[in-house]
């Protein structure tokens, strides 16, 4: 798996993640950003949702991902921790990703926060690119 850093930022907090492999990356980033607010290993799944995505670049589709687990743990209260036959592929100019996502059906006034709810995901900051060994991605979110 891949690894990621907490990124202090005047008004935001941000993450720089690494990993060797699109999925990685995809995966890790989403790990990171939920442990910026809660501890999730402390939540163990247990159900999964399949979600699907399209974006017509790479960072665009990185940041509708951790959106779009954002707006299902604001609105259907799924606090995310593992994910499985995650996918990430480009065809025709368009990027796409298919994921199961394991999560735990959550009330989040009885969690135990570790820092502030995260709002979103911006493209203030955003860096995803590729060296010779791996994955780099780096972004901000709004809390």
């Known amino acids: 798996m891949g690894k990621y850093q907490i990124l202090d930022h005047t008004a935001d907090k941000g993450l720089a993640v690494e990993a060797a492999s699109l999925p990685d990356l995809f995966e890790t ?10 501890d999730p290993a402390q939540y163990p799944p247990t159900e999964q949702v399949a979600i699907t995505l399209h974006a017509p670049d790479l ?8 959106n779009e687990l954002l707006y299902q743990f604001e609105v259907y209260h799924r606090l995310f ?10 065809a025709d100019g368009r990027w796409s990703l298919t994921a199961q996502a394991h999560y735990r059906p959550i009330e989040p006034q ?30 901000f979110v709004d809390v």
């Open 81 to 90: 921790s593992q994910y499985t036959a995650l996918e990430v592929g480009e």
């Open 110 to 139: 009885q969690l135990e926060w570790d820092g502030a709810p995260v709002k979103s995901v911006t493209y203030h900051g955003l860096r995803l690119e590729r060296d010779s060994e791996r994955w780099i991605l780096r972004f």
């Open 29 to 38: 980033a989403a790990q990171g950003l939920f442990r910026l607010m809660i």
């Open 59 to 66: 960072e665009m589709l990185m940041v509708r991902w951790l």
